[in-house]
């Protein structure tokens, strides 16, 4: 089993910076790839940014050169670094964890605010 807590979401102005951490304790060996995913209300929850295990990232177009992925090499934490935020980034901001071709693990999430 893989647990997953989230951190560092609160309230910001519009162009403002927030890092956000993912701790994972638990069977984190068995950790292929993780992720950040956001959920707006109304809207769906979307991958705003994901890591592999060899270090490969992926962003979703809206957050390219605005948000940074990483993660310490034993998967203990996971960051996304968040810069220039817009009220749209608003959101809830979940941690997720691949384990296998179907198996994933949630965090609860953490709010993000952006004010104008």
């Known amino acids: 089993q893989v647990q997953l807590v989230e951190s560092g979401g609160g309230l910001v102005q519009a162009g403002g910076s927030l890092r956000l951490s993912c701790a994972a304790s638990?069977?984190?060996?068995?950790?292929?790839?993780m992720g950040w995913y956001r959920q707006a209300p109304g809207k769906q929850r979307e991958l705003v940014a994901g890591i592999t295990n060899g270090g490969s990232t992926n962003y979703a177009d809206s957050v390219k050169g605005r948000f940074t992925i990483s993660r310490d090499n034993a998967w203990n934490t996971v960051y996304l670094q968040m810069n220039s935020l817009k009220p749209e980034d608003a959101a809830v901001y979940y941690c997720?964890?691949?384990?296998?071709?179907?198996?994933?693990?949630w965090g609860q999430g953490t709010l993000v605010t952006v004010s104008s």
């Open positions: 997720n964890a691949r384990l296998g071709p179907i198996l994933e693990v």
């Open positions: 638990g069977s984190i060996f068995s950790i292929n790839a």
